[in-house]
C-alpha cells in the first residue's frame, strides 16, 4: 500500500470538466481541436435511464449543466424524451449522495466517513484476507447494465484478472439474460437484429409481454410515426396502456404463451404461411419443429391462453397475410420459468414466415437498462469479453493476446449466475461480495431471503450513488460513486448503438467515477501494472475495439468518442473498411419516405447468414413445463409485477429524487384488483389491503380497476416490499428468475382505513 498515492490521483482524476467534449459542429470531423468553452454553450449526451438511448442536448453555463433537452438530431428519438430523460440531471444533486467512503464501525455498527486511503486499505486486505483463508472464488461481484462500457469491462478483467476472483454477474441476469441465450443458441451470437426504423417500417407489430408506453415510450413514439397503419397485436395478460392502444390484445393466461406461441406456429404451417425459400435456405431443424408443434391445436392453445378461439384465428390472419410483421417481446417473456424457448418460440415464428432481415420484420427483444446491450458483450460476467467464451481455450489466449496478458489468468469456467452466487453465501462458498449500480436488497426475487443471506457475509462493499439504497445501508463498506452525467463513456442501447456519454457536472465531494474506483481498486490491490493500459474511458474504448475485432459486433471501423458524436452515434457490426454509417445500409428496398436518421440505420441478417457454424438459424423447442408456485385454495391469485410508470425507474433510487417525477405516480404501494374480486372480498376502492405470499405479506392501497383479470393482481416493482412476495424460480436456460408469477392471497388489511395519502391514487 506505501506506493499507492490515492490523493495525487484524485486530484487528477476529479477533473477536467466537460471542456475537452464540448464542441461546435464546425469541429466534427476536422482535426482533434476542442472549441474553446463559451459562457453558454450546449453540449451532446446519451440518456442514462432505459434502454432506447436517447440523445440529449445538454445546455452548459460555465461548463457546468444547468438543463437539457431532447436532441432533435440524434436517430434514436428524433427530439422526443420521457420524464426521465428531461428530469435526468435532478436525482445528481439529490442530498442523500454518498460524498465519502462510509466504512460500518466494528463497535457502534454505524457507518463512518473514511478516506479513500483508507476505504482502500480496507477492501484490499478484507478481501485479501477473505480469499486466503476460503479460496480465490469465495469473493464474488454483482454488477450492472447502468454503467459505462469501458467501465464495466474494467470492472470484469479487474475483477477476474487482476483479482483472479470467477464468480461476477449482474442485473442484466434480471433483465435479459433470456434473450442472450435465446439469441446465442438461435442465431449464433447474442444479437438482437433490428433498428428503431422497424418500428415504422413494420405493417403489423407483435408486442409480446411488452408495455412500451410505459416502459420504452419513446419507442411508442416511433410505433405512433408508422405510416403504413400498422396491425398492433398485443399479448400481455394486463389490458395496458399498450393493450389499449392495439387493433388486437390477447390477454393470455399469464405464463401461457410458450403453448400459445407453439399453437400459433401450427396454425400458421397448417394454412401454408410457411416460407419455404427461406427455410429451406437459411434455418436448420424445421420438418422437427413442425412435427413438435402438430399437436399444439387452436384448441389447446386457446384453452391453455383462455383466449376466445375468434382473437386466435384473427392473430394467425394477420401474421400470415401482412408483409412486414415484427414480433417485439420484453420481460413477459424473458422473466418466466421457461423464458428461453418462449423467446425462442418467438423467433421460430419469425423464421418460418420468413420475417427477419427486411424492414419492418424481425425477432426483437427490447433491452432494458441503458447499457444492459454493454453487459452481454463486454462485462466479462457470464461471457468472456467480446461475446466469448470463458471455457474456450481458443477465446481466452485470444483474448490474452489482445490484452497481453497470461493465458492462466483467464478462468477457464464460466461464473456462477446470480441465484448461485446468493445459494453461495447461504453454503458459505461466498464470504465476501462486491454489489456495482444495483440495489439487490430490493430488486432480487424473494427478497427477504437475500437480505438475511447477506447478514451472513464476512464483507460486503457497495458502490453506489446514494448510501441510503436498501443495499448500500446493509454494506460494510460504502464507495460513492459519480453517476451519469459526471463521467464519461459509451452505452450500446436496444439497436445495438454505441452512443456517448459525457461529463456535465461534477460529481459531489469525493465521490468518483466507477472507472476511477477500479482504478483506485487495481493500485490497492497490486495489478495496476497490468491495467496499465487502461488509463482512460477513451483508451479503454480502443482495447474494445480490438476485442470486438473479427467477432459478429465488430466495430473497429469506429474511430474514437468524436466520431461516434458526429455520427449520431453508429451501431455495430461496424467494422474497419466497412460503409460509413452516414451512407445507407439498410437493407433490401423500403418503399416509406424516410427522414435522413433512416440512413443511419442498419439491421442483421438481410442475407440470412446467421452466425451459428452453418450459418443456418435454429428452430429449438421444449414441451412447456407447469410454473413453480400454481395458484390452490390458499393463494388463490396470480401476481404479476412490471414497471409502473414512465417516471418511476427500478427501485426508485434515482427517479425517486425529483420533485417533478414524484408528482407523476403513487408515493405509496399499490395493487390492481379486478373490480369483482374486490366486490367479492368487500374491498373498496384506495382502502388498504393485504397481500401474501408463502413468504411474506405486505399492505397496500387497492386500485380496482378492470387491467387485470379476475384472479390477478399486478403491483409495480418500484415499491420496495414486492419482492418480499416473489417466489424464486427461474428459467433452466438463461437462470433468469420468474419475476411476473407466483400465488398470492388478498385481504383487507386488518388495519383498514383509507389510503395513507388521504386521497385518490388515480
Ligand atoms: N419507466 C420505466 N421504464 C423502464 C424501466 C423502469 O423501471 N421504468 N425499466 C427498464 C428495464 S431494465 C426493463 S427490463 C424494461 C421492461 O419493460 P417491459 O417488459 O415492457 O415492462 P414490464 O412492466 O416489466 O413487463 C411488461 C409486461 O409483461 C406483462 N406480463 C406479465 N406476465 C406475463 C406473461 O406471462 N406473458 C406475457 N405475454 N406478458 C406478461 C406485464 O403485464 C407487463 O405489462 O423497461 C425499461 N424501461
Ligand atoms: N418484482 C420484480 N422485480 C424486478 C423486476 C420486475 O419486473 N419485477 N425487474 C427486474 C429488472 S428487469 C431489473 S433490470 C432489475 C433492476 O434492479 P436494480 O438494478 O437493483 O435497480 P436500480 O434501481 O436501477 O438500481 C441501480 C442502482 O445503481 C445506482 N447507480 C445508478 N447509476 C450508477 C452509477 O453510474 N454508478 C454506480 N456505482 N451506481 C449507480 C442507483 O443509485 C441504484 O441504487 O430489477 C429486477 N427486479
Ligand atoms: S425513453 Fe429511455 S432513453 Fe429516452 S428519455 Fe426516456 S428513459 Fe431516457
Ligand atoms: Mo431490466
Same mark, same amino acid.
Given at each position: ?579 460509413? +454509417?452516414?451512407? &445507407? !445500409?439498410?437493407? $433490401? ?6 427522414? @435522413?436518421?433512416?440512413? #443511419?440505420?442498419?439491421? %442483421? ?69 379486478? +373490480?369483482?374480486? &374486490? !366486490?367479492?372480498? $368487500? ?6 389491503? @393485504?397481500?401474501?405470499? #408463502?413468504?411474506?405479506? %405486505? ?64
Amino acid at each position: 500500500m506505501s506506493s499507492f498515492p490515492p490523493n495525487s490521483l484524485l486530484r487528477q482524476w476529479s477533473g477536467p470538466m466537460t471542456t475537452e467534449l464540448v464542441r461546435t459542429p464546425g469541429d466534427f470531423g476536422l482535426g482533434q481541436v476542442p472549441a474553446r468553452l463559451k459562457p453558454e454553450t450546449v453540449t451532446t449526451t446519451v440518456c442514462g435511464f432505459c434502454s432506447t438511448g436517447c440523445g440529449l442536448k445538454v445546455h452548459l453555463r460555465d461548463g457546468a449543466a444547468v438543463n437539457l433537452t431532447a436532441d432533435p438530431n440524434y436517430p434514436v428519438n428524433l427530439g422526443m424524451a420521457c420524464p426521465k430523460g428531461w428530469e435526468a440531471l435532478t436525482p445528481l444533486a439529490a442530498p442523500d449522495r454518498a460524498t465519502t467512503p462510509l466504512l460500518r464501525h466494528p463497535v457502534t455498527g454505524a457507518l463512518e466517513p473514511v478516506s479513500w486511503t483508507r476505504a482502500m486499505n480496507e477492501f484490499v486486505t478484507r478481501l485479501k484476507g477473505i480469499q486466503e483463508r476460503h479460496g480465490a472464488h469465495s469473493v464474488a461481484c454483482l454488477s450492472t447494465g447502468q454503467i459505462c462500457t469501458e467501465e464495466m469491462a474494467f470492472a470484469g478483467a479487474l475483477f477476474k484478472f487482476g483479482m483472479g476472483a470467477r464468480h461476477s454477474d449482474s442485473n442484466t441476469r434480471q433483465c435479459m439474460a433470456t434473450a442472450h441465450v435465446a439469441y446465442k443458441q438461435s442465431f449464433g451470437f447474442d444479437a438482437p437484429p433490428y433498428t428503431y426504423a422497424d418500428f415504422e417500417e413494420s405493417d403489423c407489430l407483435v408486442f409480446i409481454g411488452a408495455n412500451p408506453c410505459i416502459a420504452h415510450p419513446i419507442l411508442w413514439q416511433r410505433v405512433l410515426r408508422n405510416p403504413h397503419q400498422p396491425e398492433l397485436i398485443v399479448l400481455d395478460p394486463r389490458r395496458t396502456e399498450t393493450a389499449v392502444n392495439a387493433t388486437l390484445h390477447l390477454p393470455l393466461a399469464p405464463k401461457s404463451d410458450l403453448t400459445l406461441l407453439y399453437g400459433l406456429a401450427q396454425a400458421l404451417i397448417a394454412r401454408g404461411a410457411v416460407d419455404r425459400q427461406f427455410v429451406d435456405a437459411h434455418t436448420s431443424g424445421f420438418a422437427d419443429f413442425a412435427q413438435f408443434v402438430a399437436e399444439f391445436t387452436p384448441e389447446r392453445a386457446c384453452a391453455a391462453a383462455q383466449l376466445a378461439r375468434a382473437d386466435f384465428d384473427h392473430c394467425v390472419e394477420l401474421i400470415a397475410t401482412r408483409k412486414r410483421v415484427s414480433f417485439w417481446w420484453t420481460m413477459g417473456v424473458n422473466q418466466g420459468h421457461e423464458s428461453t424457448r418462449t423467446a425462442q418460440a418467438i423467433i421460430n415464428l419469425a423464421l418460418l414466415t420468413g420475417n427477419i432481415g427486411r424492414p419492418g420484420t424481425g425477432a426483437n427483444s427490447i433491452t432494458g437498462q441503458c447499457n444492459a446491450m454493454g453487459s452481454r458483450l463486454f462485462a466479462n460476467a457470464t461471457s468472456l469479453l467480446g461475446g466469448r467464451d470463458f471455457a474456450k481455450s481458443e477465446h481466452r489466449e485470444t483474448v490474452a493476446r489482445l490484452l497481453n496478458l497470461p493465458t492462466e489468468r483467464i478462468p477457464e469456467q464460466n461464473s456462477w449466475a446470480y441465484d448461485q452466487i446468493v445459494d453461495g453465501i447461504e453454503s458459505g462458498a461466498i464470504r465476501g461480495l462486491w454489489i456495482i449500480a444495483t440495489n439487490s436488497s430490493h430488486s432480487w426475487i424473494h427478497q427477504d431471503r437475500f437480505n438475511e443471506l447477506v447478514k451472513k457475509l464476512d464483507f460486503l462493499v457497495v458502490q453506489d450513488l446514494y448510501h441510503t439504497t436498501e443495499t448500500a445501508q446493509r454494506a460494510d463498506l460504502i464507495l460513492p460513486a459519480a453517476g451519469w452525467g459526471e463521467k464519461e463513456g459509451t452505452f450500446i442501447n436496444s439497436e445495438r448503438r454505441i452512443g456517448v456519454v459525457k461529463k456535465v457536472c461534477r460529481a459531489p465531494g469525493e465521490a468518483l467515477s466507477d472507472f476511477n474506483i477500479f482504478k483506485l481498486v487495481a493500485a490497492a490491490w497490486g495489478c495496476s501494472e497490468e491495467f496499465r493500459e487502461w488509463a482512460s474511458p477513451e483508451a479503454v474504448f480502443q482495447i474494445l475495439k480490438r476485442l470486438s475485432a473479427g467477432q459478429p459486433c465488430d466495430f473497429t471501423g469506429i474511430r474514437d468518442y468524436r466520431h461516434l458524436d458526429a455520427a449520431g452515434g453508429i451501431q455495430w457490426p461496424y467494422a474497419e473498411g466497412g460503409d460509413a +454509417p452516414t451512407e &445507407a !445500409l439498410t437493407a $433490401g428496398p423500403s418503399d416509406s419516405p424516410l427522414p @435522413t436518421a433512416h440512413l #443511419r440505420e442498419r439491421r %442483421l441478417f438481410a442475407d440470412g447468414q446467421f452466425y451459428t457454424p452453418d450459418r443456418c438459424a435454429r428452430f429449438l423447442f421444449e414441451q412447456p413445463r407447469s410454473v413453480a408456485e400454481p395458484t390452490d385454495a390458499e393463494f388463490p391469485f396470480v401476481l404479476l409485477t412490471g414497471r409502473g410508470t414512465s417516471a418511476q425507474w427500478h427501485t426508485n433510487t434515482r427517479t425517486g429524487k425529483s420533485a417533478i417525477l414524484r408528482k407523476l405516480y403513487p408515493a405509496e404501494c399499490y395493487v390492481e384488483i379486478h +373490480p369483482a374480486d &374486490a !366486490l367479492r372480498l $368487500g374491498i373498496a376502492p384506495h382502502t388498504q389491503i @393485504t397481500v401474501s405470499s #408463502r413468504r411474506a405479506n %405486505l399492505t397496500a392501497t387497492a386500485f380496482v380497476t378492470p387491467t387485470v383479470r379476475p384472479g390477478q393482481l399486478f403491483i409495480p416493482m418500484h415499491y420496495d416490499a414486492v419482492n418480499r412476495l416473489t417466489c424464486a424460480s427461474f428459467d433452466p436456460h438463461s437462470r433468469q428468475p420468474s419475476y411476473k408469477h407466483c400465488a398470492v392471497n388478498v385481504l383487507p388489511a386488518v388495519t383498514g382505513g383509507a389510503s395513507p395519502l388521504g386521497k385518490r391514487l388515480f
